[in-house]
């Protein structure tokens, strides 16, 4: 086997494990949003009528449990936050790969490659973030604490 073919599996190699990962980590948030929803289906049967959970909404808990009722898990500033940590964790891996490109000179155009793309992505999270961070102040769903 050359150089390039060796190069060639474990880029197939990481990205079989890339694909393998997200299954999981699907599985997993698939299994919590379940799992949360039958918890707060429970919670809404535990009132006997309209009036005590009317009343049970207008308290600080039922305040914190509304807000606990997001579609994917995950408050305002969570996702914001997660934008930042994947944009971080790309840009660094495409710095290693474009360092890498260095190092193994016959492959260098792939690594720059996916360097790149790595790089793009990352700025493209931490710009989105930002977008988003701006139009959540301006809609107020930031700030309200």
Not at 16 to 45: A, C
Not at 46 to 59: I, P, W
Not at 108 to 125: D, N, S, W
């Amino acid at each position: 086997m050359d150089v390039n073919e060796n190069f060639m599996i474990m880029v197939n190699m990481g990205i079989v494990f890339s694909f393998f990962t997200f299954l999981v980590k699907t599985f997993v948030e698939w299994k919590k949003l379940r799992y949360k929803s039958e918890f707060h289906h429970k919670l809404v049967d535990r009132f006997g009528n309209v009036d005590e959970l009317s009343h049970f909404l207008q308290t600080d808990a039922g305040d914190r449990f509304l807000n606990s009722l997001t579609i994917d898990g995950l408050a305002p500033k969570e996702k914001l936050l997660a934008s930042v940590s994947k944009g971080v964790v790309l840009i660094f891996l495409g710095g290693a790969l474009t360092i890498l490109a260095n190092v193994f000179i016959k492959e260098a155009q792939f690594f720059y490659f996916f360097g790149i793309i790595a790089i793009a992505l990352g700025i493209g999270f931490l710009v989105s973030m930002m977008i988003s961070f701006h139009l959540s102040k301006k809609w107020g769903i930031i700030g309200k604490e």
